[in-house]
């Protein structure tokens, strides 16, 4: 069984800039999710993919985008970065699209100055 | 507003005691509630998940309660270990957004 992996660990980019963060999910799991944690919080909802669509989303702006592909890879996309932004980036998967129980990759540790 | 709170100070507590972690919420339903363990700049860890019509849940050393009365959940860890020490999340799904919501977290810290 292959765990949740996500690239790169690390990244730091300056304010305006755009990012894209990538996910493999964990074999036999075709629901991605992406979560934001910054420092001291749990982490926070931002999208769900499955099936290459779009299936909920938290309280993020639209500058923040994904996209999942048919091996139910996953890809983050935030245009337009913004201090705020600085977090790590966790992807996850999942067998369901409820709330079901979250495969945590390692995350991405986003900078942005 | 729906709200969910763990302690947001750390746990301190000696090896070989009973750590116990507290999750609080308000203005949900949950349907189930899942702990998960998080070490510094890792993603979170599955632990255990206790569905609303179970008092309680046990894995080797971890034990959960919840109680939708209190609107409470409190997580166990008996004959606690200095690697049990990181922080512990909990998470409830939302019958609004059927998706999970993530308390702050605890840290626990157990020293020898």
């Known amino acids: 069984e292959t765990g949740v992996t996500q690239s790169p660990t690390h990244l730091i980019k300056t304010r305006g800039q755009q990012v894209t963060l990538r996910c493999s999910s964990q074999?036999?799991?075709?629901?991605v999710s992406w979560y934001q944690q910054a420092l001291g919080q749990g982490p926070q909802f931002i999208f769900q993919?499955?099936?290459?669509?779009?299936?909920g989303r938290g309280n993020f702006p639209p500058r923040f985008s994904g996209l999942q592909f048919p091996n139910y890879s996953s890809e983050l996309n935030v245009n337009a970065l913004e201090l705020d932004d600085s977090a790590l980036y966790l992807c996850a998967s999942s067998s369901g699209t409820r709330a079901d129980t979250q495969y945590f990759g390692p995350g991405t540790r986003l900078t942005v100055l | 507003s729906q709200k969910i709170e763990q302690n947001s100070e750390a746990l301190n507590i000696q090896e070989g005691k009973t750590a116990t972690l507290t999750c609080n919420y308000t203005?949900?339903?949950?349907?189930?509630l899942q702990w998960y363990r998080q070490d510094p700049g890792r993603g979170p860890v599955f632990l255990l998940l206790?569905?609303?019509?179970?008092k309680e849940k046990r894995k080797e050393r971890l034990k959960v309660t919840f109680d939708t009365t209190l609107k409470q959940s409190l997580f166990h860890i008996t004959a606690s270990q200095p690697a049990d020490s990181a922080t512990y999340l909990c998470a409830l799904d939302t019958l609004s957004t059927d998706k999970l919501i993530f308390g702050t977290g605890t840290r626990l810290q157990v020293f020898p």
């Open positions: 206790i569905r609303e019509n179970e």
């Open positions: 074999s036999g799991h075709n629901t």
């Open positions: 993919y499955y099936r290459e669509e779009e299936n």
């Open positions: 203005n949900y339903s949950p349907a189930y």
